[in-house]
């Protein structure tokens, strides 16, 4: 199946910091990757979807100018946490669309805000 | 209420048992019908996918499609200790030009020896 890397996997930072995280489809071209955050024992919430070349769409109640993303490449995706607090502490997950509702997932980046 | 209703467990089983795992939907528009597993600390990985009404299966594992009831099951027979994991349902809704996955709660499956 179609790979997805996430870089890194695992983050600590301080409260106030921004963390960047990446997203990279490693053997098909994404034009749509998603962003997802997973709380412990839950499933997965969708965050935004983001285009390659254009702004990402966000989810209601998802804050655009906290979560930064970008899709500058047809392989690459970043989000970004500005001004994290520990809140924001989260298992973030993105995927990659590989044709019709082939959503392939990344292995997930864990944020700890301190 | 829930566009997708799935039951977290958990679920206890010996090896070798058939493990049916369900989910239930409210909007009919859903289009295609997935299950994915998900180790602990890791992303989830598709196992199945199925667009119709009926059964599809793969090896061990049968998804279910009943559109009528508004019903999916992942039926996994013979299970193994390695198929103790978390799996979610999922169902892609055509949105704002994509097909959005809208996602199960999971259920956590433990298969001991």
């Known amino acids: 199946g179609a790979v997805v890397s996430q870089h890194p996997s695992w983050v600590i930072c301080k409260s106030g910091t921004s963390v960047k995280i990446e997203c990279r489809s490693l053997?098909?071209?994404?034009?749509?990757m998603f962003w997802y955050r997973q709380f412990p024992k839950q499933s997965l919430m969708l965050m935004a979807t983001?285009?390659?070349?254009?702004?990402?769409?966000?989810e209601q109640g998802v804050e655009k100018d906290k979560f930064l993303i970008n899709h500058a490449s047809l392989t690459l995706s970043t989000l970004t946490v500005t001004s994290a607090h520990p809140e924001d502490s989260s298992f973030y997950i993105c995927?990659?669309?590989?044709?019709?509702?082939?959503?392939?997932f990344g292995p997930g980046t864990r944020l700890t805000v301190l | 209420q829930k566009e997708v209703e799935q039951d977290p467990g958990p679920l206890s089983v010996p090896e070798g048992a058939i493990v049916s795992l369900n989910c239930t939907y409210s909007?009919?528009?859903?289009?295609?019908f997935m299950w994915y597993r998900q180790y602990s600390r890791k992303g989830p990985e598709l196992l199945m996918y199925?667009?119709?009404?009926g059964n599809k299966e793969d090896g061990r594992f049968t998804a279910q499609v009943d559109k009528s009831s508004k019903y999916i099951s992942l039926f996994i027979r013979d299970s193994q200790p390695s198929d103790s994991a978390t799996y979610l349902c999922?169902?892609?809704?055509?949105?704002?030009?994509?097909?959005?996955?809208?996602f199960g709660a999971g259920t956590r499956l433990a298969v001991h020896p």
């Open positions: 999922a169902m892609s809704l055509f949105s704002g030009g994509y097909n959005k996955l809208i």
């Open positions: 995927s990659g669309l590989a044709g019709v509702g082939g959503q392939f």
């Open positions: 053997d098909f071209q994404a034009t749509t």
């Open positions: 983001s285009n390659e070349g254009s702004k990402a769409t966000y």
């Open positions: 199925t667009y119709s009404s």
């Open positions: 909007n009919s528009a859903f289009q295609y």
